[in-house]
């Protein structure tokens, strides 16, 4: 069963930054594309980045590009999130996801398994 864990959520101004960790229980963690999605009350769930298996390849959602870096260290069953210039409506919950494909997909059904989420709050 693949469990995984987001931290490094919390309050940041306007302009600052917040790097999100997921720690995935995959035993062939290498094996999975990873994404990160958010979420803000009454709204769906959006996609934010993804990753494949190996960092070769990633893709971002056009109100972060530029803005937030998606990586992954395979030895530590890790994926991280690091996110600069943040905006007040990036405020939302950040689930990180795995993906059983090798090609990282957009889409939440893309995903088979998620996290429990992390707040992210930015005042302005």
């Known amino acids: 069963q693949v469990q995984l864990q987001e931290s490094g959520g919390g309050l940041v101004q306007a302009g600052g930054s917040l790097r999100l960790s997921c720690v995935a229980s995959?035993?062939?963690?290498?094996?999975?594309?990873m994404g990160w999605f958010r979420q803000t009350p009454g709204k769906e769930r959006e996609f934010v980045a993804a990753?494949?298996?190996?960092?070769?390849?990633?893709t971002y959602a056009d109100s972060v590009k530029g803005r937030f870096t998606i990586s992954r260290d395979n030895a530590k069953n890790t994926v991280y999130l690091q996110m600069n210039g943040l905006k007040p409506e990036d405020t939302a919950v950040y689930y990180c996801?795995?993906?059983?494909?090798?090609?990282?997909?957009?889409?939440?059904?893309?995903?088979?398994?998620w996290g429990q989420g992390t707040q992210v709050t930015v005042s302005s």
């Open positions: 990753i494949s298996w190996n960092g070769g390849s990633t």
């Open positions: 995959i035993r062939t963690f290498s094996d999975y594309s």
């Open positions: 996801a795995s993906d059983s494909s090798p090609i990282p997909g957009t889409r939440t059904y893309d995903y088979e398994n």
